[in-house]
């Protein structure tokens, strides 16, 4: 209960809401907080209880960087880790690609349709585990991925992580193997590209030569069954060998370079899109001179120890002119790789990353490209040599020197062909990705989702948090004072606050408001004792404070109920009280006492009745009370007038105090006007009934008077939720001391 001698000082609005203030706001919604985190429990409970399980698994990758020469290393370690951790952002992101998921989308859905069990899945059927549910389509499967599928890398690492949810456990650990494992192939046949594609032309050519071949031993076969010559001396064969060798050197050497020239041409059109000036400035750096020049050399001496080799002088020792060959065909290449390492540093020092490794590549492409057509032009000549001594022959053997020659040459070079077909199949098949399954995803035996528990302590959470969005902005909205302490920071003097009495919700008659006599010892009596107390203690001087006019800002406030007790709680003491009622609008205490309102004041004041004839008592001692009589057409004149000023005079006289309880002040004037003629005044305002603005307004409005406010009396105060420990104490004090 609050202090009556509080100060008149001015209150900090900003220091004034403290914790208890904040458990007063929730302990007062106690009913509808209480009801909201409930809802949240069950709702919370029902949820988790009904969510259906959701099991995870996930495989993981290892991504490797392609590497390059040194002279791509970077200087800084993390400019490295920087260029890692992007390289493997692109890779996510062609994880996460339309293309890859429509092609695992064809996988999944080919082997639901080969399984025995469709139980067995979920996300890949139209009404999950539904009696007529059917296979998705791929794009509708490739949309289910996009959001079943997560792909993250982990912190730190070269490692993406490929993890899966679906309510099919099987299923699950299905999709993220056959994503990683599609995913290893895709990585393979990007990396093999070029390798493939040259594989696929020399098998081209295979079958070609080898077509070609089978004609050319036909024709032999068939001119040796005419008749002709069928043997050349050791001379004419030897020449033809050796012409035949180098003819299908020339003839693979041709095969190579247009396999090189379509590889060289992808490149070049790659990197045009990206940098056409550099693509330029590589085509004309490679066609140097200088390395034209040692291009030339290098041919040039490669065929002259082909030449050497082929000598069939086995008397002749060239193994120090073949070594001599080696050793200057050595230091030529030596010369071209240092001026290639020169050409690269100077083209990767100014070039992006993206573009590095496809400029290493063309580089290399050319200078093959270009000792292939060197080695060509060499060729070429050594057969057009070859070809001056072969025309040379006899006229009766040239002609199956010529068959001969053919079929020898198809089949050296058939020969050669397979070879390389052979080496491009090799170096196809183990050329590595960059992609390594190191864990496979295994079938989870428990349920990653839903965690049943967590989803009922969010549930409470979220309660708790719509409750105390509900609290406050109720709080905030709602204008009516609540609590003693919305009137003390108003700096507004609390009487005494009176507990809500449910009784008074709930009554059939208005004689239940007289609770001073029908309960004196219950709580809300004692606040009107205390009231009491208060009041005679307000002035130094007894005297002066007899009368005591009762009002509220608006009707429905309480204000005849605390009249009322408030005069019971003076007679209880043994003081000679008169109760008045001058609400001569709605009045009520004829009502609680069950009398007839007439006659009363207003018979009186009018000269109709004698004051004995309209003064009445009742079962409380001490307590005397006027009805309000007859209602007249102008009760403000009426309060007003001289015989109201005589009247109050003489009961003065006659008893302790005088209670009037009169109309709201902001109703209607006859309350200001009471307010002049007597000593105090009460005003009674209602916990969550009286807004601000009208108890401001009724409270400006006595002291405009120059009045003597009393104080304020708060009514129908919820103590149980508000100040439940004084409630309880007091409750037990006073029924505790009645046994």
């Known amino acids: ?116 069990d469709p139980k067995s899945f979920h996300l890949l059927l139209t009404d999950e585990f539904g009696e007529d549910s059917r296979p998705k389509t791929v794009p509708e499967i490739a949309g289910v991925l996009g959001s079943a599928v997560q792909i993250e890398q982990k912190r730190g690492l070269d490692i993406i992580d490929i993890s899966v949810e679906s309510q099919a456990p099987k299923e699950a650990a299905l999709i993220a193997n056959v994503y990683a494992k599609e995913y290893l192939t895709y990585n393979l046949e990007i990396s093999r590209d070029q390798l493939t594609f040259v594989r696929e032309f020399l098998a081209n050519q295979r079958l070609e030569k080898k077509e070609q071949l089978n004609d050319a031993e036909e024709i032999l076969r068939s001119y040796q069954e005419r008749g002709g010559i069928i043997a050349l001396d050791q001379q004419a064969q030897t020449l033809i060998q050796q012409l035949a060798q180098f003819e299908a050197q020339k003839n693979a050497t041709q095969i190579e370079i247009e396999a090189s020239s379509e590889v060289l041409k992808q490149y070049r059109d790659e990197l045009s899109k990206q940098d056409p000036k550099l693509a330029d400035y590589l085509a004309s750096a490679t066609s140097e001179t200088y390395i034209k020049a040692l291009q030339d050399q290098i041919a040039e001496l490669q065929i002259r120890r082909d030449l050497a080799l082929a000598k069939t002088d086995t008397k002749t020792d060239f193994s120090d002119q073949l070594r001599d060959y080696d050793n200057k065909i050595k230091d030529l290449k030596g010369k071209l790789a240092e001026k290639i390492k020169v050409l690269k540093a100077g083209i990767f020092a100014s070039s992006p990353e993206e573009v590095k490794n496809l400029s290493q590549k063309i580089i290399e492409e050319e200078i093959k490209n270009g000792s292939l057509k060197t080695t060509l032009n060499e060729l070429n000549l050594v057969v057009k040599k070859y070809d001056e001594r072969f025309n040379k022959l006899p006229k009766t053997s040239i002609e199956l020197a010529r068959f001969e020659r053919n079929r020898e040459s198809l089949e050296k070079l058939y020969t050669l062909v397979e070879e390389k077909y052979q080496e491009a199949v090799i170096n196809e098949q183990s050329q590595p990705g960059n992609v390594l399954i190191i864990d496979d995803a295994r079938v989870p035996y ?224 006859d309350a200001e006007i009471l307010s002049k003629k007597v000593d105090g005044a009460v005003l009674v305002v209602s916990s969550e009934i009286t807004e601000y603005q009208m108890m401001e307004r009724a409270y400006q409005l006595i002291k405009h008077d120059n009045t003597t406010l009393i104080g304020t009396v708060l009514n129908n105060f919820d103590t149980r939720s508000a100040y439940g420990t004084y409630y309880k104490y007091k409750y037990y004090y006073y029924y505790a001391s009645k046994k």
């Open 446 to 669: 428990s349920p990653a989702k839903p965690n049943r528990a967590l989803i009922i302590i969010v549930g409470l959470l979220i309660g708790a948090g719509l409750a105390f969005a509900y609290v406050f902005l109720k709080n905030y909205f709602d204008n009516t004072v609540k609590t003693p302490e919305d009137l003390q920071k108003r700096n507004i003097n609390v009487l005494a606050w009176l507990p809500r009495v449910d009784e008074l919700l709930l009554k059939e008659s208005s004689k239940v408001d007289f609770i001073i006599l029908n309960k004196p010892d219950s709580v809300t009596s004692e606040s009107f004792r205390a009231l009491r107390t208060r009041i005679q203690f307000s002035r130094p001087d007894k005297e002066t404070l007899k009368t005591i006019v009762v009002t509220s800002p608006a009707p429905q406030e309480g204000k005849t109920f605390v009249t009322i007790n408030l005069a019971g709680s003076f007679a209880q003491a043994n003081k000679k009280v008169l109760l008045v009622d001058c609400d001569l609008r709605k009045p009520r205490v004829h009502r609680v006492f069950d009398i007839a309102k007439e006659p009363g004041l207003i018979d009186y004041l009018v000269g109709d009745k004698t004051l004995e004839e309209i003064t009445h008592t009742g079962e409380m001692p001490n307590l005397s009370f006027i009805s309000s009589g007859t209602i007249p057409p102008n009760p403000a004149e009426m309060l007003d007038s001289r015989q109201m000023d005589e009247f109050l005079a003489l009961v003065r006289g006659m008893y302790d105090y005088i209670i009037i309880d009169s109309p709201p002040i902001i109703a209607v004037t």
């Open 1 to 116: 209960m609050s202090n009556p001698n509080l100060n008149d000082t001015d209150v900090d609005e900003s220091q004034s809401s403290t914790l208890k203030d904040y458990l007063i706001l929730f302990s007062a919604n106690i009913k509808p907080v209480s009801a909201i985190l409930i809802a949240s429990l069950i709702i919370s409970i029902i949820y988790a209880i009904s969510a259906r399980d959701i099991f995870k698994t996930s495989t993981a990758l290892k991504i490797t960087k392609p590497g390059g020469s040194i002279l791509q290393s970077p200087l800084m370690p993390e400019i490295s880790d920087y260029g890692n951790d992007r390289f493997i952002a692109n890779e996510i992101e062609i994880l996460k690609s339309n293309n890859i998921r429509e092609r695992i989308a064809k996988i999944l859905l080919d082997t639901l349709l080969k399984s025995n």
